[in-house]
């Protein structure tokens, strides 16, 4: 079956960093585009922030305005990973991040709804 498995989050100062990492099972990561989102609390599913989103064979990438310029996606699809790197993190980086397999290219990016399975999440803090 499906399966995402996010890894990687945990406390950090802001000014820090952290590699966010997507093990996907289950199916042919290579046939498929890849986003990253986040949830803080009091936000339901469908509010998920997109964070950012590469397609198939990484020929586009793109970045929620927030983390332009700090956060780099990539993807391995060899192993089956999306890595999110994220650098100069900030306090309201702070969240629980998701990764996502997108299915409906009709729909933006950065919408929730255009993709199909989501990991658990990985929590996310950026405190000093």
């Known amino acids: 079956q499906v399966q995402l498995v996010e890894s990687g989050g945990g406390l950090v100062q802001p000014g820090g960093s952290l590699r966010l990492t997507c093990a996907a099972s289950g199916f042919a990561l290579n046939d498929f585009a890849m986003g990253w989102f986040r949830q803080v609390p009091g936000k339901e599913r469908d509010e998920r922030e997109g964070?950012?989103?590469?397609?198939?064979?990484?020929?586009?990438?793109a970045y929620a305005d927030s983390v332009k310029g700090r956060f780099t996606i990539s993807r391995d699809d060899a192993k089956n990973v999306v890595y999110l790197q994220m650098n100069s993190l900030k306090p309201e980086d702070t969240a629980v991040y998701y990764c996502?397999?997108?299915?409906?290219?009709?729909?933006?990016?950065?919408?929730?709804?255009?993709?199909?399975?989501w990991g658990q999440g990985t929590q996310v803090t950026v405190s000093s």
């Open positions: 964070v950012s989103y590469i397609n198939r064979g990484e020929g586009l990438l």
């Open positions: 996502g397999r997108r299915v409906r290219g009709y729909l933006a990016w950065s919408n929730s709804g255009s993709y199909d399975y």
